[in-house]
């Protein structure tokens, strides 16, 4: 079993749809990370959230600490928001790194 | 500008050959991580450095190896040790692995052994 498992696994949305993204994550944690993953393979950190909620023009990710589980959300989604999003948790203890396997959101014009 | 910079982008080898794969950043960053990525799998962490001249194994470790002779430089050695090679490579650096903070990533290289 994955320690971080998102959902779902493949999203295609039209232009203009609001989108959530989810994970839930099975050990204890000191920071949440959201990555984006572009067709090309670069990665690009999106949010570090340890509570609460950020917000970062049509991004907003939120986070749970009780429930174990964060969203990402896209608002007004357009095609250049097509990529894989990671997400990627801090184990509090042994300082550990754990990456989820990827939600591919396609955005239609 | 600063940034991490792996090189070259698509690299192609013969089976039994070992292949060196580049990583510099300017970050002025002390860790550095290698991950591979594999279709429907997350990242998983190969090795990662501190600081200069140490360095740890991370989960899958066998059949690579690393060097970290300059705080700006990481290299990665594929060895023939290692039973499937063909992967996406990742590398990584953050200002201090002990708080594990935001995590600066290279373009990725592309292995493919024939």
């Known amino acids: 079993k994955n320690e971080v498992e998102q959902s779902p696994q493949n999203l295609t949305a039209q232009e203009g749809e609001f989108i959530t993204i989810n994970c839930s994550y099975s050990?204890?944690?000191?920071?949440l990370h959201w990555l984006q993953q572009h067709p090309g393979g670069g990665i690009v950190s999106l949010f570090m959230?340890?509570?609460g909620k950020k917000k970062h023009g049509r991004l907003i990710a939120t986070i749970n600490i009780q429930e174990k589980h964060s969203s990402l959300h896209i608002t007004a989604s357009h095609p250049r928001d097509s990529a894989v999003y990671i997400c990627?948790?801090?184990?509090?203890?042994?300082?550990?790194?754990?990456f989820g396997t990827g939600t591919s959101l396609t955005v239609i014009p | 500008d600063g940034g991490i910079t792996q090189s070259p982008k698509y690299l192609f080898r013969k089976e039994g050959q070992n292949v060196t794969l580049s990583c510099e950043q300017n970050?002025?960053?002390?860790?550095m991580y290698w991950y591979r990525q594999d279709p429907g799998q997350g990242l998983r962490l190969i090795y990662y450095?501190?600081?200069?001249?140490?360095?740890q194994k991370g989960d899958i470790a066998e059949g690579y190896s690393v060097s970290r002779e300059k705080k700006e430089s990481f290299p990665l050695t594929v060895t023939s040790a290692q039973k499937n090679p063909t992967a996406f490579y990742l590398c990584?650096?953050?200002?201090?692995?002990?708080?594990?903070?935001?995590?600066?990533f290279g373009p990725g290289t592309r292995l493919t052994v024939l």
């Open positions: 990584a650096s953050s200002i201090d692995r002990l708080y594990m903070d935001t995590q600066y």
């Open positions: 050990v204890g944690i000191s920071a």
């Open positions: 959230l340890s509570s």
């Open positions: 990627a948790v801090n184990s509090n203890t042994g300082n550990q790194f754990y």
């Open positions: 970050l002025n960053h002390d860790a």
């Open positions: 450095s501190q600081i200069v001249n140490d360095f």
